[in-house]
Every structure is written in structure tokens, then in C-alpha cells.
């Protein structure tokens, strides 16, 4: 599936930005919808690597179940930075809630 199709198949997903320069992943997220598009209420970090390098996205993961979702993007997260991937992420995973309104 493309990330259209993701995106219109209402699903949640676990998705991976990647760097232009390296190939290596540098944020790994949960969402739904066309959460995998936003650049908002990202870290500057985030913004200083996609400003420099740009980046693309990779879908990991469809999942039918937000916590499955959750589960999952905690499971890529450790995997990458086991993999000694320098993830921008500022946590672990799997705190996220569908449907917050970021102030």
C-alpha cells in the first residue's frame, strides 16, 4: 500500500521518516490518518535535519488496533536505535493518543 492508500484506509500505522543523505531512519511515529504528513508539532531537531537533508517516509506497519499501533512503535523505536540508528524521538514510544488537540 502507498501512503495514500494508508492514509484513506483509515487505519492506524507505524511509519519511519528517513533521512535524504544517509538512508538511516530518524523518527519513528504512530498515527492515523494524515498524521505521517505533518511537520507540525515536531521537535526542532526534527526540523533542522529535514531543513538540511530532507526526508522520506516509509510505512512499517498497518495495524487494526491503536494499541497494536502503540505497541508497535515502541517495538521500531528500540529496533532502530539497537540498529544505532540516532533517533530525534524523545521518548520511548507509546504514549501517544489519537484525537489530541496540541496547544
Not at 490518518?33 to 512499517?60: D, F, M, P, Q, S
Not at 523505536?77 to 488537540?101: H, T
Request: aromatic share 14%.
Amino acid at each position: 500500500m502507498n501512503i495514500n492508500e494508508v492514509i484513506k484506509s483509515g487505519k492506524f500505522y507505524t511509519y519511519a521518516h528517513i533521512r535524504n543523505d544517509t538512508n538511516k531512519v530518524f523518527y519513528v511515529g504512530k498515527g492515523k490518518g494524515k498524521r505521517v504528513l505533518h511537520k507540525n508539532n515536531r521537535t526542532a531537531w526534527w526540523h533542522n535535519i529535514v531543513n538540511k537533508n530532507g526526508y522520506r517516509i516509509e510505512i512499517l506497519a498497518i495495524h487494526f488496533d491503536e494499541e497494536f499501533a502503540l505497541d508497535a512503535e515502541k517495538f521500531f523505536i528500540k529496533s532502530f536505535r539497537e540498529q544505532g540508528c540516532e533517533l530525534v524521538n524523545l521518548s520511548d514510544g507509546g504514549e501517544g493518543a489519537s484525537g489530541y488537540k496540541y496547544t
